[in-house]
Nanobody, 115 residues
């Protein structure tokens, strides 16, 4: 059964860091382009970061460039999001997503940035 399971969310103080993980099962992971998205209360879901299947191409949303890093380990079937210099504006539910060749969403993990 196909599944994306996010982990690593939680409460962090402004300026802190978190590392999100997304474990994939039931997929041929190395064939998949992956993304991290987020949705804050009252806002639309937005792209945070994208990584292609071999990890050579990465794109970031403007609001996270220079602070967040997406990476993947195809042997472990995982994609990661390292988040640094967090602010309250980063508070959201973060979702892992298969972007191509089909779309598939994880259930999300809550990230709260607050003192």
């Amino acid at each position: 059964q196909a599944q994306l399971e996010e982990s690593g969310g939680g409460l962090v103080e402004p300026g802190g860091s978190l590392r999100l993980s997304c474990a994939a099962s039931g997929f041929i992971f190395s064939n998949l382009d992956m993304g991290w998205y987020r949705q804050a209360p009252g806002k639309e879901r937005e792209l945070v970061a994208f990584i292609n299947s071999n990890g050579y191409r990465r794109n970031y949303g403007d609001s996270v460039k220079g602070r967040f890093t997406i990476s993947r380990d195809n042997s472990a079937k995982k994609v990661y999001l390292q988040m640094n210099s967090l602010t309250s504006e980063d508070t959201a539910v973060y979702y892992c997503k298969v972007v191509r060749p089909f779309e598939y969403w994880g259930q999300g993990t809550q990230v709260t940035v607050s003192s």
